[in-house]
């Protein structure tokens, strides 16, 4: 079995992850999320979208079917269970109960907003819930900008443009939100992960990346999924020191990830690469 990884962030990769159902498949696996009870949720662009496993990968649930345009993009479970679901192509982010049943959403279905106003939302990609409960949207691919909502849905701020300086984003890939309210941005064509404060403050960047495509914190770690070229992950302290990276294309990481898009970590600290291009998969890390 494949390892990667170095010391205390030492990982096995599992050679196939889930136990899919007979004539199921994921399609494009486009992200990940891990709820209270470590049950992984896989948001894709196949016939079922959203799906629900074990962490040993046995089905549990699915549901979603004929509800999202053709590029679903992003997923993020609330501290409740609830799990928010961003739309790219719907230009939505919407919140469910654990089963599946629609609570509310934000922006409005099939009606962008124009670029240039910088409203919600123009080709939105993830959501995060800070520590205080206002929640964070990457209005990624149209708008170059972050919302900050009140846990009640209320925008309360806008920040970004286009651009290559402090506080401009080429593409808002995805958004994390950490235990001191920053909000890290995956500024995924300019190479970089931009950090702010919740009031849209330029804090720094981390440039020491190759394309980032999302991100989860776990335990005071930041994974990172590095789009390209090769696909790999890359593990941080808070702080911005590289813990450890391994990528597809090179080292003992060859192989492993294809087209790595999204990625989750489990309670036990386990990852999960959602891969849409060639990958069309999940991959597991199992940790050691």
């Known amino acids: 079995m494949t390892t990667v990884g170095t010391g205390n962030y030492t990982y096995e990769h599992v050679p196939v992850w889930p136990n899919m159902p007979k004539y199921w498949s994921f399609g ?14 896989i948001f894709s662009r196949g016939a079922h979208p959203l799906t629900i496993w074990t ?25 409740n269970d609830n799990v928010w679901l961003v739309d790219r192509d719907y230009h939505i982010a919407t919140e469910y109960t654990p ?14 907003s124009p670029s240039f106003t910088g409203m919600p939302f123009n080709m939105p990609s993830g959501l995060a819930i800070g520590p205080s409960g206002d929640m ?43 235990k001191d309210n920053r909000v890290l941005i995956c500024d995924r064509e300019n190479d970089r992960i931009q950090i702010f ?23 005071d770690v930041v994974h990172v999924v590095e789009q390209g070229p090769g696909s790999g992950v890359s593990l941080w302290t808070l ?27 489990d309670l036990q600290g386990s990852i999960y690469v959602t891969e849409i291009g060639e990958g069309l998969r999940v991959t597991k890390f199992q940790k050691v």
Do not use: M
């Open 99 to 112: 089963g599946g049943e629609t609570l509310r959403t934000l922006g409005n279905k099939l009606a962008p």
């Open 197 to 219: 404060d919740d009031q849209g403050g330029f804090l720094e960047e981390w440039t020491d990346l190759e394309k980032p495509g999302d991100i989860w914190v776990h335990d």
């Open 239 to 265: 702080s911005g020191d590289l813990i450890t990276r391994w990528r597809g294309r090179e080292g003992p990481g060859k192989g492993t990830i294809v087209g790595g898009h999204g990625l989750c970590v």
């Open 136 to 178: 964070f949207v990457s209005d990624g691919y149209g708008a170059h900008r972050v919302h900050k909502y009140s846990a009640d849905g209320e925008l309360l701020l806008s920040w970004g443009r286009q651009g290559t300086g402090p506080g401009e984003f080429a593409l808002v890939h995805n958004v994390w939100v950490d």
């Open 28 to 41: 494009a696996a486009s992200d990940g999320a891990v709820n209270s009870k470590n049950e992984v949720h």
């Open 55 to 79: 962490a040993d990968g046995d089905f549990v649930s699915s549901w979603g079917e004929g509800t999202f345009s053709a590029n679903p993009h992003g997923i993020y479970i609330a501290p």
